[in-house]
């Protein structure tokens, strides 16, 4: 996915930030009420005193799961109900209706509402914390380079060629950590595709290392103190952006030599917005970066997972792909209309961005009173619209806490399903992002089975992730042997 809006598409709070709330709850619950006196507004549980839902909100739980919480509220409440986190009112929405309401009206009646710290992370210059005309030809920029010619004719065969060379390199391998050979790859990708570095260059590990620990600092106390994750995150961004700074600062000095078989994101921005500030490309660099590691990196960890639990879905795909191979009369090359024809490959990528839910909810303020279905939400007050309450919906989904990838050959289609967003914040990289899941997934599924060495479901804590780093076992295709279920 590109763009850091994608990264932080998935904003929550950790129960870490419950330090904070207590040194300043006081203040906040008697200045800011958020509506809470409001009649009007959609009925539910404030929770303890000060700290509010805040502890039962974002407790862990498997990502394939509402969790007791969101539960226990919409069983009570309705898919529209309100409850305190942060010394202020929040209202969270399961209505597709509302939704849909809310994310089309994005900067018209609501903007996103993310902490300050995840602008000194991410930058100031990322699409989140833009608004009106600024980011509307900021997008359009973004989705220029990443415009269907050059996903057709060039993203396809870097990253087809790309895998080939990771399914390779596999084969001496019969034990791997797979978040952490999936961070590589799409990291390795990324960067290379924005700023021209390849896994040669020595920087480049440390680089990802430095993306981890600033993303670390994202969902945690943001305390400027020693040692605490949100102090390394700064440092980290430091780093980050001297980097990229010295990259951009290059191809400035060295624009009269511009050649037009440079074409990666750097590049792209210079020749088409030539007063484009250093910092604006720093910073929309970046937030290609964050999205292109995390979200894309986990999309497929969870398809490994979901398939290895469900062998039929596997069988299946592996067929799909073979019969594509033989159509295609080579093993070597995908077409895009190979692609865009492997319809379970699609049902596949559907089902697991519904089941697993990388984006549990987007953040929207309300900048002025809102009236639905009888209900006044004030203005400034903060709407989650939950993603993953819609994908989990049994009135949508029949069986919605099963992996059923067949069910997308059905449907097709659902004002349920969300994972990119909606609305003009709808995730610029999208298209880009399936095809990268589609291409991985053909050339593992063609060239390996592999077994879960031990358990390791999906937790939201609060970005979903694999707690022991989705250890497998891989085979060779033809080799495999049978092996004991967990």
């Known amino acids: 996915m590109t763009g850091a809006d994608s990264i932080v598409l998935s904003l929550a709070v950790p129960l870490a930030t419950v330090i904070a709330i207590l040194l300043v709850s006081t203040i906040i619950y008697g200045k800011k009420k958020g509506g809470e006196g409001d009649s009007k507004l959609p009925p539910g549980d404030k929770g303890w005193p000060i700290v509010g839902s805040t502890f039962s909100l974002f407790k862990p739980h498997p990502a394939t799961t509402l969790g007791d919480f969101l539960q226990l509220q919409l069983s009570r409440y309705g898919k529209i109900f309100s409850t305190r986190y942060l010394g202020k009112t929040l ?7 509302f939704n849909r309401f809310v994310l089309q009206n994005e900067l018209r009646l609501f903007q996103n509402d993310l902490p300050p710290h995840f602008k000194k992370i991410l930058g100031a210059g990322n699409l989140p914390f833009m608004a009106g005309e600024t980011y509307r030809n900021t997008k359009s920029l973004i989705l220029g380079f990443f415009n269907s010619w050059q996903i057709h004719s060039r993203f396809l065969a870097e990253v087809e060629e790309a895998v080939k060379r990771v399914m390779t390199s596999w084969r001496q391998k019969s034990l791997i950590l797979a978040n952490e050979e999936l961070s590589k790859f799409f990291f390795n990708l990324a960067v290379e595709r924005a700023i021209g570095m390849t896994p040669d260059d020595p920087e480049v590990e440390e680089l990802r290392k430095a993306f981890i620990s600033a993303n670390d600092g994202l ?11 949100y102090t390394k995150a700064l440092k980290a961004k430091d780093f980050i952006f001297s980097i990229v700074k010295r990259e951009v600062e290059d191809r400035k000095l060295n624009s ?9 994101l750097i590049w792209y921005y210079l020749k088409n917005n030539p007063s484009m500030s250093v910092k604006s490309i720093c910073d929309a660099v970046i937030g290609f970066i964050f999205a292109a590691l995390f ?4 999309s497929v960890a969870l398809a490994m997972y979901f398939l290895g639990q469900c062998p039929e879905s596997l069988q299946q795909l592996r067929e799909e792909f073979k019969q594509k191979m033989n159509y295609t009369h080579t093993k070597a090359k995908l077409t895009w209309d190979d692609y865009k024809n492997m319809d379970f490959c699609q049902s596949v990528i559907n089902e697991t961005l519904r089941f697993g839910n990388i984006v549990p909810g987007l953040w929207r303020k309300t900048l002025s009173d809102i009236n639905f279905k009888g209900y006044t939400i004030t203005k400034g007050t903060t709407i989650m ?7 989990l919906d049994p009135l949508a989904f029949e069986n919605p806490n099963i992996f059923d990838p067949w069910r997308w050959l059905a449907i097709k289609k659902s004002n349920n399903w969300m994972p990119f967003g909606g609305g003009v914040r709808h995730c610029s990289g999208s298209e880009i992002a399936r095809m990268e899941i589609a291409v991985f997934l053909r050339h ?3 060239n390996y089975d592999w077994d879960l060495v031990e358990h390791d479901h999906p937790i939201a804590f609060p970005l979903v992730t694999f707690p022991k780093g989705l250890p497998i076992r891989i085979y060779p295709v033809r080799e495999k042997t049978p092996q004991t279920s967990l």
């Open 91 to 97: 209202v969270i929405s399961a209505d597709p209706e």
């Open 219 to 229: 969902y945690t106390v943001p305390l400027s103190l020693p040692f605490t994750p």
């Open 256 to 264: 009269d030599k511009m050649d037009e078989e440079e074409n990666d």
């Open 295 to 298: 979200n894309t990196q986990i």
């Open 385 to 391: 619209t939950h993603i993953e309450a819609m994908h």
């Open 444 to 446: 593992l599924v063609l």
